[in-house]
Each structure stands twice: as C-alpha cells, then as structure tokens.
C-alpha cells in the first residue's frame, strides 16, 4: 500500500515552460486536492477534486489545471511557468465515506519546483 | 476574509515539559479542526481531530482544545521530546479547507 505518490521529487523549469506534476493514490479515495507551499507560509489550496471527472477551484488555482479521469490519478498542469510558482507543491486524498470520519488527509512526499 | 494564525515565532521548550500550541481563527465557523505534524521535506500526517461540538480531544501525550467562542485551538504536547521537534499545522474543514502557517516546535534534551 503506497498511500500518495507524486513525480517527481524535484524539477528545475525555465521561465514560460510547462509541466505536469503526477499524483497518484491507491486507497481508492474520492477527494484528492493540490496545495502549494511556501516557506514561511501555510498550504494553499490550488484545486481539488470530490470523485472522477469532478474539480473545482480552491484558494490559489490561477495559472494551474487539473483533470481527474479516474479515482487514482490527480495530475496538476502548469502553463507557461513563472518564477512565481517556485514552491513546494503538495498531493493528499481523503476518503469521506467512511462512517467513522476522522477527518484525516494523506499527504504525498511532495514535489519541489523551481522556475529560473 | 477567512483567516488562521497560529503562534508566528519558532517555540522552543526543554525535554519533558509541556509544549502549548495555538491556533486562532477568524470570519468562519470550521465544522472540524485537525492537527497536523510535518517534518523538514516530508509531507504533513495527521495527528489529532475535533468537531466544533467536542471540547478536548486526547490522544497518548496530545490533547487538543476547541473553544468556538473565542475562535482558538490549543494543542498541547505533555512530556515533550527532542523527537517531538517538527512543524505543527492546523487545518479547518467546513464548507472550505484552511491550513495555518504552522508553528516550529523545538525540544531542548
């Protein structure tokens, strides 16, 4: 049971690129979100999604995309890279169906990104 | 605008103490609270959850409060240990998810 897994751990981009940063889980939850950290700062909210071929926007989605076109993945899309988006970037999931709610998100390694 | 804040300078307490931890809230009314603990370059873990109608929480040596009239959370870490040291996070669910801006908690031995 690998819980959250994100690729990659790091990348360097150049101003302008794009990428996509993978996420992927096997618990078979229904809620995945996105956040971004920055030192200093708490986890912003940039999407998230409540089942397959279900997102919506959180705190700070400006600049991203996601999809989600299965329960599993949950892959987060930057367009045309700004040194602005050098962060640390967070994956978790959470099941909301259990009767027994905790509450509790489960959170990937982490992908560091940084935009030069 | 919905806000968090928690303890804003690094708290530094000797082994064996208890460290107290807070987490204040403004503009919202979180159906839950959660506490999460993250390591340098990890990933945060959950801890410890209340509902809005529960007034402590206890798990082995945390405890965490939760006063809904003065919007705060105390998280308290009994017989702290240098292994305790890390970042602690609040987070509120309602019909929006919050995190604070956490608070580095080092144990002196």
């Known amino acids: 049971n690998a819980g959250v897994t994100q690729t990659p751990k790091f990348r360097i981009l150049k101003i302008g690129q794009s990428m996509t940063l993978q996420c992927t889980q096997d618990m078979n939850h229904n809620y995945m979100y996105w956040y971004r950290q920055d030192p200093g700062m708490g986890l912003k909210l940039i999407y998230y999604?409540?089942?397959?071929?279900?997102?919506d926007k959180g705190e700070v989605p400006n600049g991203y995309n996601v999809s989600r076109s299965t329960t599993e993945d949950f892959p987060l899309r930057l367009e045309l890279a700004a040194p602005s988006q050098t962060s640390v970037y967070f994956c978790?999931?959470?099941?909301?169906?259990?009767?027994?709610?905790?509450?509790?998100?489960?959170f990937g390694e982490g992908s560091r990104l940084t935009v030069l | 605008s919905q806000k968090i804040e928690q303890n804003s300078e690094a708290l530094n307490i000797q082994e064996g103490k208890t460290a107290t931890l807070t987490c204040n809230y403004t503009?919202?009314?979180?159906?839950?609270l959660q506490w999460y603990r993250q390591d340098p370059g990890r990933g945060p873990v959950f801890l410890l959850l209340i509902r809005e109608n529960e007034k402590e929480k206890r798990k082995e040596r945390l405890k965490v409060t939760f006063d809904t009239t003065f919007k705060q959370s105390l998280f308290h870490i009994t017989a702290s240990q240098p292994a305790d040291s890390a970042t602690y996070l609040c987070?509120?669910?309602?019909?929006?998810?919050?995190f604070g801006t956490g608070t580095s908690l080092t144990v002196i031995p």
């Open positions: 987070h509120m669910t309602g019909n929006q998810f919050y």
């Open positions: 999604s409540v089942g397959a071929g279900i997102t």
């Open positions: 503009n919202y009314s979180p159906a839950y």
């Open positions: 978790a999931s959470w099941d909301r169906g259990r009767t027994s709610y905790t509450g509790e998100l489960f």
